[in-house]
DNA sequence: GCTATACTCAAGCATACGCTTAAGGATCCT
DNA sequence: AGGATCCTTAAGCGTATGCTTGAGTATAGC
């Protein structure tokens, strides 16, 4: 677990293919092939997709014989909607203190 | 609200520059030029990267005299956050199948 | 050992990205 | 009107991405 960072693993995630292949690998592991098979590209593309995924820690793979099986890694999953969901919850909190401050100037008006 | 699409909105989350913008803007509106002056680049670059974000539909900008206003949309970041999330879901909700039917093939075994 | 299978590597190529500097409006202020 | 400010557009350039085909390596099964 050395630089996964928050550039890679959103960039996997923005490609059509690789969301494909998480979607597909969150109901279970998978080979190469399997998740070649399905995709509008050539195995060697699919590779290169894949490779991105791993490389931003999304998934994680290892070789058993000649078969390669790959998993999602649920961590970074989490890390990036963590990212997204912590600035949305800044954007509520400086939203209400905005609220409460018009609040306060408007009851100052009234006084 | 046309074609806005989780592609677009995972890459233009995928450029720290980027996130950076937004997470300025989660504590309230900014001009472009406030937005621009701490990246490390010029005025045009910066607004390449806020057009990719606008058009992302992650930020909504209007222009009032000389001056564009920027705000983030947090509709968008909503909708990054779900895909996220409920993959992480599918892939839980897998895994317990996957942990129920070994412990029923345990059982069986033991019959 | 021989063949099929599963993956991996390499070369090549077209397109898209990210940035720069320079020039061009549009608006505000005096 | 004239100058300063804020944004926008244009041209140019180096690098990175995404895919292809073709060849190569390792393992499994007969």
Request: charged share 25%; hydrophobic share 50%; net charge neutral.
């Amino acid at each position: 677990m050395l630089e996964y960072s928050l550039d890679k693993t959103f960039a996997a995630l923005a490609d059509p293919a690789r969301r494909a292949i998480v979607e597909r690998l969150t109901q279970g592991p998978a080979t190469v092939s399997e998740l070649a098979r399905p995709l509008p590209m050539s195995l060697p593309a699919a590779m290169l997709h894949l490779k991105v995924l791993e490389e931003a820690g999304l998934v994680t793979s290892a070789k058993v014989g000649r078969v390669r099986t790959c998993q999602v890694n649920p961590a970074m999953l989490s890390q990036a909607e963590h990212w997204v969901a912590d600035r949305r919850a800044m954007w509520a909190r400086n939203l209400d203190r905005l609220g409460a401050f018009l609040n306060a100037a408007k009851a100052e008006d009234e006084t």
